[in-house]
Structures are given as structure tokens and as C-alpha cells.
């Protein structure tokens, strides 16, 4: 897979997830980020830092993008949100507009 092609989505703790660009822009935030005119960063190097998103939900969040993208497909699976991420993940998908 071409550089180009990926996205990579930094958390606050620092771990970095290189998924693909396709998966990433189903959250209008992160697509605004990288397709906004000027030369932000995010736009040149095709990095995202979330300072308040942990590993452990960015890691959920990434999992829902692809899942999204196999429902948008017609493969209707679910998707499983363990009880105690619930809270965090609502207010991430808030910023991320997802």
C-alpha cells in the first residue's frame, strides 16, 4: 500500500495506527483535516495527533471506520462496544462527527 494511500492517526498516549486513508474519511473531522486547502499539517504528511483521544478508544474508533465502511457495503455484522468505553467513545465520536 502506497503512503498516499494511509493516514496515520497518533493518540494521546503517543501509539501511532496507519489505516487507510478510504477507512479514516468516514469521520468528517479527520476528512476536513486532510482535505483542507493551505498547507496544514495534517494535509502535507497525512498525520493526526488526538491529545485528548487514548489508545484504547482511537483503537475502537479505527475498528468502527472499517466496519462502516463493510455495512456502507451491504455485509451487515455487529459491532460490539464493551460497556465501559461507552462513555469515551460517544464523546470521540462527537469530535470526529462519525
Known amino acids: 500500500m502506497r503512503k498516499e494511500d494511509t493516514v496515520k492517526l497518533i493518540s494521546a ?3 501511532e495506527f496507519i489505516i487507510d486513508k478510504k ?3 468516514v469521520s468528517q ?3 476536513n483535516m486532510l482535505t483542507s ?3 496544514f499539517a495534517e494535509t502535507q ?5 488526538f491529545p ?3 489508545t484504547v478508544i482511537l483503537e ?3 475498528q468502527y471506520f472499517y ?6 457495503s451491504g455485509k451487515e455484522t455487529e459491532f460490539h462496544i464493551e460497556p465501559e468505553l461507552t462513555l469515551e467513545l460517544m464523546m470521540a465520536a462527537n469530535y470526529l462527527h462519525t
Open 29 to 31: 473531522t479527520i476528512r
Open 13 to 15: 498516549e503517543g501509539y
Open 60 to 62: 475502537k474508533i479505527c
Open 67 to 72: 466496519w462502516s465502511l463493510q455495512y456502507a
Open 45 to 49: 504528511h497525512g498525520e493526526v495527533t
Open 23 to 25: 477507512a479514516a474519511m
Open 37 to 39: 486547502p493551505g498547507s
Open 52 to 54: 485528548e483521544i487514548s
